[in-house]
């Protein structure tokens, strides 16, 4: 499939399955360059990032940044009673928002000419698609169902919610249990937290945050614990009942210890699986890995070469752009790239993330322990201070930000943030350090003061 060649013999050029961010790009610009696409969804476009995912966490993350800011006001001379926040308004506040989000990524579908199907999609072969009592032969098949939260067999995990019920919860639970310590999990416990409720966070490791730098999972463990969240580590449920007086969840220690909690809601941010069951993938010849996740090569083909897939089916790095920059690759393997670039190319170098706790988390690049792995001798930059904001609002929040530089080559190979607005700061870092950006580069680059940003570019002394 090249250029505006059609397939006349098939229904379809490319049919998607999977109507969130990876699934909505490819089908879009795929039409857009002449190819005949379909896109099956049974639920609300956007998948997991525009309904029950990214955007509306972000906005139940501002909204409970409110409650430290009326009282951090008082320091600048604001004076009265902050405001109550109206639950029931916030949800139905979001709801609209994200049914309007629903309408824009329908409306750009249509306008480029997909064939939205609503239904469930199973492949009856590489070339076959079966929806209800329809049958769609097409060219090429997309695989972009995404992921779904997972909650492990614990007695009285009927008890429990995931992610995905968080933002419609009734009524609002003025006592929440959050287990897990992934990012999920982190920012699920700070932002109740922050809405008013009392909030204890169960782990079973040592530290929250696996994976990410440990300077940033010691840092941001002792900030949330200082707005008033309790972190239980090296800690598992053992059981969950419901009583009169709630959720009665007991708790077992490594030394063996157990402990009795209450709670109204308990929330299992334990992780995700990709979304691959029913879809009559491994029965058509599709191969999966041994997590459940789409085996795709270099280009997101699966094992049946007229099968891609791209996404958290994938279980690569489970980020919206992610999935979108996967999308752009498939569209331009499969219809030739727009006159005069270059096809685009993946790489999962250099991705910047962000973590929306209370300080938010912004990195990029290596952890100083793989970093150490990968290039061997390295230094450390690293400062910790109160934000200027501080010095009047009465917080004790501190800021962390972190420098990891490859002494061979003095490149930039890590950048790591704990603090307000960490991840639209360490967005544009992302750019210089996908470009190779020296330590020397970073030093002659004049800062902009008074911002937390400009400690990045002052950082001299490494301390490691």
């Not at 857009?32 to 966490?57: D, F, H, S, W, Y």
């Not at 790095?317 to 331009?332: F, I, N």
């Not at 917080?395 to 307000?420: C, F, I, N, Q, Y």
């Amino acid at each position: 499939m090249k250029g505006n060649e059609r397939m006349p013999d098939f229904d379809f050029d490319l049919f998607v399955i999977g109507g969130g961010s990876g699934g909505v790009r490819a089908a879009r610009m795929a039409a857009q360059r002449g190819a005949r696409v379909a896109l099956a969804e049974v639920a609300a476009m956007g998948g997991t990032c525009v309904n029950v995912g990214c955007i509306p966490k972000k906005l139940y993350s501002y909204a409970a940044h409110y409650a430290d800011a009326f009282e951090e006001s008082h320091g600048f001379g604001w004076v009265g009673n902050a405001p109550v926040l109206d639950w029931e308004l916030l949800k139905t506040n979001r709801a609209r928002e994200i049914a309007r989000l629903n309408g824009v990524y329908n409306q750009l579908l249509n306008s480029s000419g997909v064939k939205i199907i609503t239904g469930w999609a199973t492949l009856r072969d590489g070339h076959t698609v079966q929806m209800d009592q329809q049958t769609f032969t097409v060219k090429t098949i997309l695989i972009a169902t995404g992921g779904t939260p997972t909650v492990p067999a614990v007695s009285g995990r009927e008890h429990v919610v995931t992610s995905d019920q968080m933002f419609d919860l009734t009524p609002f639970p003025q006592r929440l249990l959050v287990v897990g310590g992934g990012y999920i999990a982190c920012e699920f416990a700070s932002i109740f937290n922050g809405l008013g409720a009392s909030v204890t966070q169960v782990h079973r490791g040592e530290k929250v945050l696996t994976g990410f730098d440990d300077d940033v999972r010691q840092f941001i463990a002792a900030e949330m614990g200082k707005t008033g969240v309790t972190l239980q580590l090296n800690s598992e449920v053992a059981a969950i009942t419901k009583t009169a007086e709630g959720l009665q969840v007991d708790v077992k220690d490594r030394s063996g210890g157990t402990s009795r909690l209450l709670a109204d809601t308990v929330l299992y941010a334990t992780g995700r699986v990709p979304n691959t069951n029913g879809l009559g993938l491994e029965a058509a010849g599709v191969a999966l890995n041994a997590k459940g996740a789409v085996e795709v090569n270099a280009h997101y083909q699966t094992s049946l070469p007229s099968v891609y897939a791209i996404g958290d089916v994938t279980a690569r790095l489970q980020l919206t752009p992610v999935a979108l920059g996967e999308a752009m690759v498939v569209v331009d393997h499969l219809l030739g790239a727009l006159t005069g670039k270059k096809p685009r190319s993946m790489s999962y170098e250099f991705v910047p993330t962000a973590v929306f706790t209370h300080p938010n988390i912004g990195t990029v690049g290596y952890s100083e322990a793989d970093a150490r792995q990968k290039f061997g001798k390295v230094s450390v930059y690293r400062s910790e201070f109160k934000a200027l904001k501080h010095t009047l609002s009465g917080s004790a929040e501190r800021t962390l930000m972190k420098l990891l530089v490859d002494d061979a080559s003095d490149r930039v190979v890590g950048l790591h943030m704990v603090g307000p607005d960490a991840g639209e700061i360490v967005q544009g870092f992302a750019v210089a350090m996908k470009a190779g950006a020296t330590k020397a580069v970073f030093d002659s680059t004049i800062g902009i003061h008074p911002t937390a940003a400009e400690e990045f570019v002052t950082m001299r002394e490494p301390v490691a």
